[in-house]
């Protein structure tokens, strides 16, 4: 089988999480989907993506496609375990990476901690200049940069960033100082700013470099390390990563642009959520991502989840490649509860991550977490969680909350774990809230979309609080990251930096930019190890008023279009966001982005719960009847095994549904109903 027939045969997704990863096998000639769960190996991720490849008991040898999820990169980033990495720069502009953008960690006071992802001790500068039309001022001295790089070299750079001012604008002096740098560096990571962001903003360009730069290494050397464990059991074929814009791009080249691979992990489950929300019939919904270590949101409208070159990972961190805009809090089953120095309970953002992990897990835990207080209110069954090495007890959870909460606190253990409930959901609320009220948009007019292996747990709470109407827990909320990894669409982004008024555009120029872009995204793709279905292009431009900072991304309707469309189009863009028309101040053209989509075959997501084993009646379903705690009070519960569902169940709340992956809580009043797919819908009482 060639590598390009590989995505009609067996596929694994595999999504590498903070605690669990996960993989979702599909076999189409069979129609049997298998599933793995498995604790992520924090020291090497390799090893539990070839144990969850293990646990669906079909060789790793007969998989024709693996597709990858992996927070690799993220984690060395947000942890700072950074390989050791040297800039080059213009002269006079080594520190514009460390001044950023006259921002402070903490708004109030003098505190806080910043530290550029380069020391300034690795930023070296050598002479050349362009000015912003392109121009050549001052030449590249091309001794001055060998002497520079040979220092580099011997303080044990590992990789290597040149980054000159306005090589967006001309890019021959990073050109050819990569060229002469690829004489020199003893590996293949040099980064220029110019290939990897083509726009305007040194301290935003040059960060994203100095991170691609600074993962490069380790990406490189964990997708080797993969590879020689798949290779070592039989699978001798390429295999696919996905990218933080929800695209995937073979693992040959994955490395060449590392940074784009940051918030792989939580992309995967933006995809899977919009292509299974767009088979239920909801356009719009939030989705709502909770695991073992954080809580990932974002927004899909009209069937298309938001993509923004604006990302900022954490403070003075841009990394203004595309990404799927999910915005992350510190909250998962995870995180830990505690009592602060007022008093006040507080949840997160410190996880007890998968070692030592919940105390319910029996791996040492000794903090309460959300996933304890789950138990204690017996949303949790504690003979059904998965890895757990030694049982706890959850009388002895619910006295560890008494005696490190609740005492302080005047609550038993019960109410202490209510409280820490109450709070957990709170702080997802306000996540929410920062990806639809902060935007503009209406809670009431989306669905809820909830997944993860907590997610459906507190997704009816959460639904509750923002006055969300609906909803949806798809077939295999736990592995939704990884199902995610097996629907998504190959992709690849473009910006190029225009920067002009709009009233001067040259119209053939900009339709020459957006049609050079889309031929190369169609190469690109042409090169991949899947072909796609079809190919689709979208285009959009970053505007702003002359005058203004912030952009607003506007879609564009082809590669050809009039000075006069793009106005109407930034006017209409404009009015929808902040409910203001201001046709008096000329507007500005400052980006054009292309994304070139080669969409895959479509899969059936029916099979994802195997059809054979439902029963024919609810109470045929029901394993059950627990008490499980709700505002205060204890109240007899009915407990479902989910897998077995009538397919057109119809359940009022309050009720539980357990599955391998994930267990799901119908509050008091809800009204749940199942579809064609398997996904669970939930009208939320009002």
């Not at 967006?168 to 050109?175: D, M, S, T």
Request: hydrophobic share 45%.
């Amino acid at each position: 089988m060639t590598e390009k027939e590989a995505a009609d045969g067996i596929v694994a997704g595999i999504d590498v999480g903070g605690t669990f990863t996960d993989l979702l096998l599909l076999e189409p000639d069979s129609g049997r989907v298998r599933v793995g769960k498995v604790p992520t190996t924090v020291h090497n991720q390799a090893f539990g993506v070839v144990s969850a490849l293990e646990a669906t008991g079909r060789p790793i040898s007969e998989i024709d496609l693996i597709v990858h999820g992996t927070t690799t990169t993220t984690n060395a980033v947000l942890e700072r375990r950074l390989a050791r990495t040297g800039m080059i720069t213009t002269a006079g502009f080594r520190d514009v990476i460390e001044l950023g953008r006259r921002t402070r960690p903490q708004p109030y006071g003098m505190t806080g901690v910043f530290a550029p992802v380069i020391p300034r001790n690795l930023r070296l500068e050598v002479s050349e200049r362009l000015e912003a039309s392109g121009k050549v001022r001052i030449p590249l001295d091309e001794h001055g940069l060998r002497t520079a790089i040979g220092r580099l070299i011997e303080e044990g750079c590992e990789s290597l960033v040149i980054h000159f001012l306005h090589a967006y604008a001309n890019p021959a002096h990073e050109l050819r100082a990569a060229e002469i740098a690829r004489e020199m560096w003893p590996n293949e990571h040099v980064t220029t700013g110019h290939s990897l962001l083509s726009e305007a903003r040194e301290f935003e360009r040059g960060v994203t470099a100095a991170v691609n730069a600074s993962v490069q290494p380790i990406l490189k050397r964990y997708i080797g390390r993969l590879a020689d464990e798949l290779r070592s059991r039989g699978y001798g074929r390429d295999f696919l990563v996905m990218n933080g814009n929800g695209g995937m791009i073979s693992a040959r080249f994955v490395t060449e642009e590392a940074a784009k691979t940051v918030m792989s992990g939580p992309a995967s489950g933006v995809m899977a959520a919009a292509y299974t929300a767009r088979r239920a019939g909801f356009a719009n919904v939030v989705t709502y991502d909770m695991g073992g270590t954080s809580t990932d949101v974002a927004l899909i409208r009209n069937a298309r989840p938001a993509v923004s070159n604006e990302i900022e990972i954490e403070y003075a961190m841009p990394i203004h490649v595309p990404m799927v805009d999910v915005h992350t809090v510190g909250a998962g089953g995870g995180s830990i509860a505690r009592i602060d120095d007022a008093g006040l309970i507080r949840v997160g953002p410190e996880s007890a991550g998968a070692t030592p992990g919940p105390i319910c897990y029996g791996r040492g835990g000794i903090e309460p977490t959300i996933s304890d207080a789950n138990l204690v209110l017996g949303r949790l069954n504690p003979n059904k969680l998965l890895a757990v090495d030694s049982p706890v007890s959850v009388g002895t959870v619910a006295q560890i909350f008494e005696d490190r909460i609740g005492r302080r606190a005047r609550l038993d253990g019960v109410a202490a774990a209510g409280a820490v409930l109450r709070l957990g959901n709170l702080k997802m609320a306000g996540a929410i809230r920062m990806v639809s009220v902060a935007k503009g948009h209406d809670p009431r007019d989306f669905a809820l979309f909830a997944f993860g292996g907590a997610g459906p747990l507190h997704a009816c709470a959460l639904a509750r609080e923002l006055s969300i109407p609906r909803v949806i827990v798809p077939a295999r909320p736990g592995i939704t990251n990884a199902l995610g990894c097996v629907v998504a669409d190959m992709r690849h982004d473009f910006v190029r930096t225009v920067n002009r008024p709009v009233a001067d555009l040259d119209e053939g120029l900009l339709a020459a930019i957006l049609n050079e872009q889309a031929d190369e995204g169609r190469a690109l793709i042409a090169k991949e190890a899947v072909r796609p279905e079809t190919v689709r292009v979208m285009h959009s431009a970053d505007m702003q008023f002359v005058g203004q900072t912030h952009l607003i991304n506007v879609s564009l309707p082809g590669a050809t279009v009039s000075r006069q469309e793009v106005q109407t189009l930034f006017e209409q863009a404009y009015f929808a966001r902040f409910k203001v028309s201001l046709p008096e101040i000329r507007a500005n053209l400052v980006n054009l982005n292309t994304s070139v989509i080669g969409e895959r075959k479509q899969i059936d997501l029916s099979v994802l719960i195997d059809p054979a084993g439902r029963e024919a009646t609810l109470d045929a379903a029901r394993t059950e009847t627990r008490p499980a705690w709700f505002d205060g009070e204890w109240i007899d519960t009915p407990v479902y095994a989910r897998e077995k569902l009538p397919l057109d169940a119809h359940i009022v709340g309050p009720a539980i549904l357990e599955q391998l992956d994930a267990t799901t809580v119908i509050e008091p009043g809800d009204r749940a109903t199942g579809d064609a797919d398997g996904n669970i819908i939930i009208e939320v009482a009002r």
